[in-house]
């Protein structure tokens, strides 16, 4: 793989830190990369990517829910010192949270556990956005056992949004994401656009101002890929492509580094600066 333009660091819900994840593209001969973290631009913040040889575009992937179906929108090429795109930031880390301890309180009061919010809080002192996945790896330390119950099925029952138990409450819509990285310079992405359910949306967020589609995904199906490169083509907007990497909180349907991008250098949305 030549590029992979989605992989998460240890600043919002991956494990690995920036320096890892630019070892693994150097060991699997990758030249560029893009650490698209949940709402949070920290890695580029915290780290020098100047005096590696793996070029690294800067980006963030904004979470936005519509009903019960996830809407992320990536963000390239986004300025970082944007004073807007911080504001922004800390308003939906914080929605996020308060969501997941609804959502935590919900499973609560339905028995499903007796664990202490303030423990999550305490293991996660660092990162200003608490999402479902930080409960679990909370439980995971103090070896919490759920009684007939998996700690990530506990996550996909209460946590995610496609679950009729979860309780949506976040306020930030997919055109508010594609506002901010239009305003910091950003080239707005819809990320995974399977996820939405309704190809409908992905065309109107293409008509509100998407410039691209995220075409090459672990859950996409050769069918999905053929179906956004088309739709990608017919609108002349930008094909991207990335693994959704996150260390060890991986999904099942992510089977190594690298395993989505783009293939060559060939794609315009490699050289665009």
């Known amino acids: 793989m030549f590029a992979d333009l989605h992989l998460h660091s240890s600043f919002s819900d991956g494990t690995d830190t920036p320096n890892e994840l630019i070892e693994l593209a150097r060991n699997n001969r990758i030249k560029i990369i893009s650490i698209s973290d949940h709402d949070t631009i920290a890695a580029y913040n915290d780290f020098d990517f100047s005096n590696t040889e793996i070029k690294v575009i800067p980006a963030i992937e904004i979470s936005t829910v519509l009903e019960h179906s996830y809407l992320h929108i990536l963000g390239y090429y986004i300025n970082t010192d944007s004073y807007e795109l911080a504001k922004y930031i800390e308003r939906v880390s914080y929605e996020k949270t308060e969501n997941t301890r609804i959502n935590f309180e919900n499973a609560l009061y339905q028995g499903c556990f007796q664990y202490r919010w303030e423990r999550v809080l305490e293991l996660h002192k660092d990162q200003p ?33 496609e679950s009729p138990d979860f309780i949506p409450t976040e306020t930030a819509t997919a055109y508010d994401a594609i506002d901010i990285i239009s305003k910091a310079n950003g080239v707005p992405i819809v990320a995974h656009p399977k996820s939405a359910g309704n190809d409908l949306i992905i065309i109107d967020l293409i008509k509100y101002g998407v410039q691209g589609l995220e075409v090459y995904h672990p859950i996409h199906t050769k069918i999905d890929i053929e179906k956004y490169l088309r739709l ?14 996150h260390g060890k909180n991986n999904g099942n349907e992510v089977t190594h580094f690298g395993m989505c991008g783009l293939e060559d250098a060939k794609y315009p949305i490699l050289s665009l600066h």
């Not at 790896?137 to 759920?146: G, L, P, R």
Request: hydrophobic letters at 40%.
């Open 129 to 161: 956005r608490i999402s479902g996945v930080h409960v679990v790896k909370s439980m995971e330390n103090d070896d919490y056992v759920i009684e007939g119950m998996r700690l990530w099925d506990m996550f996909h029952k209460y946590f995610w949004a």
């Open 232 to 245: 990608a083509e017919k609108n002349r907007i930008y094909v991207t492509g990335g693994t959704d990497w």
